[in-house]
C-alpha cells in the first residue's frame, strides 16, 4: 500500500511536491474509502483523483513514479556510463544542474519503508532504504554521493553487494539480483505497481490474464455485460508465429520489435453478442470492431481484476479518455468498496470529468489539484487544504468557477 510519493526537480516539478494517501481527518464521512491499517492513527485512501488544467503537471505527478519503477527495475541491467531517463526542471538554470528526487513511503508485508534516491542522467547522488520492523525506524542502508554505503544488517554481505554496485545504478536493484533478502521486499513493492496512460492497451496483459484464469475470464465478463456493451462473452487466442508467417512486405525496421528470438505471440481476440438477446443467435465481432471505449475498457479490465485481487496499486493517466462518466465512477466505486475492495488496493488517477467532484463519491482528501507558479513549475495540493469548504457544497461548481485554483485562463472563445 501506498503512504507517501514525493518528487523534486522532475520534468515540470521543481519544489518537493508530495501526493499523500494518509486520511487526514478520523471523522466518519465515507469510511468504506479508507484501509484501516495496523499503526496508530493511520488510516489510508483507497483512491485518489488529480485535476488540473492541461500542462499543469498532472500526469508528470504518475510519471515520476513510474520513471522512479522504471529506473529500479532495470538498474541491474545498467551498463557502466549508460545514461538514465531523467530530466530536471528546464526553466530554472539552477535546477538543470541538479539532480530529481524520489521518495516513497509505502507497506509491504505488514511493515513500513521508505526508499528514496536523488539521480541525474549521469550517476545516483545518494539513496536509501529504512524500515519498521519493530515499530522502531532501522536502516537497511544509506549511501551517499561518494559512493560511501552505511549498514546496520547483515554488513559484511552488504558491504560486498556494495562493491557490485555501478555509479549509474542503484543499490536496491543490485542487492536485489543477488537475493539479498531485505531489498528483494521493497524491490517487489515497486514490482507489482500497475501503470496505464492514455495511450496504452494492456492488451497482452489482459490477453494472456484471461487465457490463464477462469475466474478472471468470468470477471471481465461480468464487467462488460454490466456496462452495457452489448458483450456477452469473449474468447481468447494466442497464437505463435514465425518469421515465415509475416507478410513480404513487413517492414525489416519492425521485425526485431515483433519478433524475439525468431518468435512472437498475435493475439485474437473475439466478442460475443446475442441476436435479440437469444444465445442461440450469436454474432462474433473482432476486438477491433468494437468501439474505441469498449476496447479502453476491455484491456482496462484485466488490470483492475489483478490489482482488486491480490491488493495492488494502479495509476492510470486520463482514465476517463474515452470512456462515459457513469462508466468511470462505476469503476471508482469498485475501488471504494468493500465488498469488491477487501484487499487494500488502491486506484489514483487523473482526470478532467468534473462529473466525479462530489462528496458522496470522494472525501475531500481524495481530491488532488495540480497548477503552474508564476514561476512555471507544478504545485500539488489537495481539496482537504482549503478552509471553508462546506459539507454540502457542489464541489463539481465550485471547481469551474475557480474556487479551488487548478482551471485554465483562456483567452480565446469565451
Do not use: C
Amino acid at each position: 500500500m501506498l503512504i507517501e510519493f514525493s518528487v523534486e526537480n522532475f520534468r515540470s516539478i521543481k519544489e518537493r511536491v508530495t501526493l499523500s494517501m494518509i486520511a487526514a481527518s478520523k471523522r466518519d464521512e465515507l469510511q468504506d474509502n479508507l484501509i484501516q491499517t495496523n499503526f496508530k492513527d493511520m488510516d489510508l485512501l483507497k483512491s485518489a483523483v488529480i485535476y488540473g488544467p492541461n500542462a499543469s503537471g498532472k500526469s508528470n505527478i504518475i510519471r515520476a513514479l513510474w520513471t522512479m519503477r522504471g529506473i529500479i527495475r532495470k538498474s541491474n541491467k545498467i551498463q557502466k556510463g549508460e545514461e538514465l531517463p531523467l530530466v530536471p526542471f528546464m526553466f530554472d538554470m539552477k535546477s538543470q544542474t541538479q539532480p530529481s528526487s524520489f521518495e516513497v513511503l509505502f507497506i509491504q508485508d505488514g511493515i513500513r519503508y521508505i526508499y528514496g534516491f536523488s539521480a541525474d542522467s549521469r550517476k545516483i547522488y545518494d539513496e536509501y532504504l529504512y524500515y519498521f520492523p519493530s515499530g522502531k525506524k532501522s536502516i537497511i542502508f544509506e549511501r551517499t554521493e561518494t559512493t560511501d554505503f552505511k549498514f546496520t544488517k547483515d554488513v559484511r554481505e552488504q558491504k560486498e553487494l556494495a562493491g557490485r554496485t555501478l555509479a549509474n545504478a542503484l543499490y536496491l536493484s543490485t542487492a536485489t539480483q543477488w537475493n539479498y533478502e531485505k531489498t528483494s521486499k521493497a524491490f517487489d513493492w515497486f514490482k507489482n505497481l500497475k501503470f496505464i496512460n492514455a495511450s496504452s492497451s494492456n492488451k497482452s496483459f489482459t490477453a494472456n490474464l484471461l487465457t490463464k484464469d477462469k475466474n478472471a475470464k468470468e470477471y471481465v465478463r461480468e464487467l462488460l455485460r454490466g456496462a452495457d456493451t452489448g458483450i456477452q462473452d469473449i474468447n481468447i487466442k494466442i497464437k505463435e508465429i514465425s518469421l515465415e508467417d509475416l507478410p513480404e512486405d513487413f517492414p525489416e525496421s519492425l521485425r526485431d520489435i515483433f519478433l524475439k528470438d525468431g518468435k512472437g505471440k498475435v493475439i485474437d481476440a473475439k466478442t460475443v453478442h446475442y441476436i435479440n438477446g437469444r444465445e442461440d443467435s450469436p454474432v462474433n465481432l473482432d476486438i477491433y470492431d468494437e468501439s474505441d471505449g469498449t476496447q479502453k475498457f476491455f484491456y482496462l479490465s484485466g488490470p483492475l481484476y489483478d490489482v482488486l485481487k491480490n491488493g495492488k496499486i494502479l495509476f492510470v493517466d486520463e482514465l476517463s479518455v474515452r470512456l462515459h462518466p457513469y462508466l468511470v465512477e462505476s469503476l471508482v466505486k469498485r475501488f471504494n468498496s468493500e465488498k469488491y475492495n477487501p484487499n487494500g488496493a488502491q486506484l489514483i488517477f487523473t482526470t478532467h470529468n468534473t462529473y466525479l467532484l462530489k462528496q458522496s463519491l470522494f472525501r475531500r482528501d481524495q481530491i488532488w489539484f495540480t497548477e503552474k507558479t508564476p514561476e512555471e513549475s507544478t504545485d500539488l495540493y489537495s481539496l482537504y487544504e482549503i478552509k471553508g469548504i462546506r459539507k454540502e457544497e457542489n464541489i463539481e461548481k465550485g471547481y469551474l468557477l475557480g474556487r479551488y485554483g487548478a482551471i485554465p485562463f483562456i483567452e480565446f472563445g469565451r
